[in-house]
């Protein structure tokens, strides 16, 4: 009964004045309407990073084939023909290595009938799908015997697909890349961009040996520019690199302190050092959007402190007729409570509100997490209660007899 008469006698005070009521709840509003929309949006950034990682494929590094150099000019990486399909059968025997594919692309033009296209065209093995997670939205992939035999057969990537064949279903259908025809035999699930902003359905699969002998060319047979390498874990990526290193060295005799004659390149490094970044970029923001709560928290101190001085008389005579301490500390904490959670609930509905409408007129990625909005309601109750709490306790400790002389 006590504590239901402290909450109507906190209501009635902060009734008596409105205006100065909401004034101070409009800080604690905009704080924890700032923070849930940053919030939404610093996950939705961590959201988007993550969907475009999985689709490159985990544990996954590339070996690079080495360079070469001609008239003292030096070629970049995957210039010289260092690498081969053999030094990719012996880095499947090695432990911890799940999936290995040779690989030889570059873009090349494609035709079906009165539309061309220019796309990123890969030589490859089977296990390369496996690696890279790609699935087959129609039609099916080719196998080992369509390597061995050097068949003519291509799985289209969606955006090659669109743009040349239109609506048309291209499954079964002939194209050609250069001069060759090619029948397609599927058509690849989509990806999106890569974290390079490339598109990643703007290629065309097809068997590594047709590739090498009837789109490429290759200087020495079975020359590849790279091979792709799927470790089972992301905890044993560096052993299997260093093991990749070694076999490598060994098959090239490679003396101690000569140069490695290929480069390698860990994928999932480097996707994890962007998904970094962007978790950086959320704290950030998050921190700075709680600004806005420790404002609001002061705004409530200020106007409790000032509720206090103009109700000193009231005080005393609370005490004279029996109150006490810890009466007013806690009549004076529940209007700094209520005012704190009626502007966090102010504040919850602001920030869903523009989160949803960011969403909906910006097309940006939103993630609205029920823990994002219970951490921020927690935090700026706290910062209410906080900053209640010093007005509170100085009401509490003032002296009876002072306070009824107060004028």
Not at 22 to 30: F, H
Not at 35 to 50: E, K, N, R
Not at 207 to 231: D, E, N, Y
Request: proline share 3%.
């Amino acid at each position: 009964m006590m504590l239901k008469a402290m909450l109507g006698e906190a209501w009635l005070a902060m009734g008596a004045n409105r205006l100065r009521t909401a004034l101070t709840m409009l800080g604690m509003v905009i704080g924890v309407g700032a923070v849930v929309i940053m919030m939404a949006i610093g996950q939705g950034a961590q959201y988007a990073v993550q969907q475009t990682i999985s689709t490159m494929g985990s544990n996954l590094f590339i070996v690079l084939s080495g360079s070469f150099t001609a008239a003292g000019v030096r070629s970049g990486s995957a210039g010289g023909p260092t690498l081969n399909v053999a030094d990719g059968e012996a880095i499947a025997e090695l432990e911890g290595v799940v999936n290995v594919a040779p690989t030889h692309q570059g873009r090349r033009q494609l035709v079906y009938g009165s539309q061309n296209w220019s796309a990123n065209v890969v030589g490859t093995t089977p296990p390369y799908l496996e690696a890279r997670a790609w699935t087959i939205a129609s039609g099916a992939a080719f196998g080992d015997s369509d390597v061995r035999s050097a068949t003519r057969v291509a799985l289209l990537g969606k955006t090659t697909a669109q743009n040349l064949f239109g609506d048309e279903d291209p499954v079964g259908k002939t194209m050609r890349i250069q001069q060759n025809p090619f029948i397609v035999i599927g058509v690849l699930g989509s990806k999106g961009q890569n974290l390079d902003g490339n598109d990643q359905d703007d290629t065309v699969i097809i068997p590594l040996s047709t590739a090498q002998r009837k789109v490429f060319g290759t200087p020495f047979l079975g020359s590849v520019r790279m091979i792709m390498v799927q470790a089972e874990s992301a905890d044993s990526m560096q052993r299997t690199m260093d093991n990749v290193t070694s076999l490598l060295r060994q098959r090239h005799r490679l003396r101690e302190g000569v140069p490695d004659d290929f480069f390698m390149r860990n994928l999932s490094a480097a996707a994890e050092s962007e998904a970094e970044t962007t978790r950086t970029m959320s704290i950030l923001l998050g921190a700075i959007a709680s600004i806005s709560l420790l404002v609001g928290g002061i705004g409530i101190m200020n106007i409790m402190l000032v509720s206090v001085t103009e109700r000193t008389r009231e005080i005393g005579i609370r005490m004279a007729i029996g109150a006490r301490q810890k009466d007013i500390l806690t009549q004076f904490l529940l209007e700094a409570v209520m005012i704190s959670f009626a502007g966090c609930l102010l504040g919850l509905v602001l920030g869903l509100g523009v989160a949803l409408a960011i969403n909906a007129f910006t097309g940006m990625v939103i993630v609205i997490s029920g823990s994002a909005a219970l951490v921020a309601f927690a935090v700026a109750a706290t910062v209410g209660i906080f900053f209640g709490w010093y007005p509170a306790r100085k009401a509490a400790r003032l002296d009876p007899i002072e306070a009824l002389r107060y004028q």
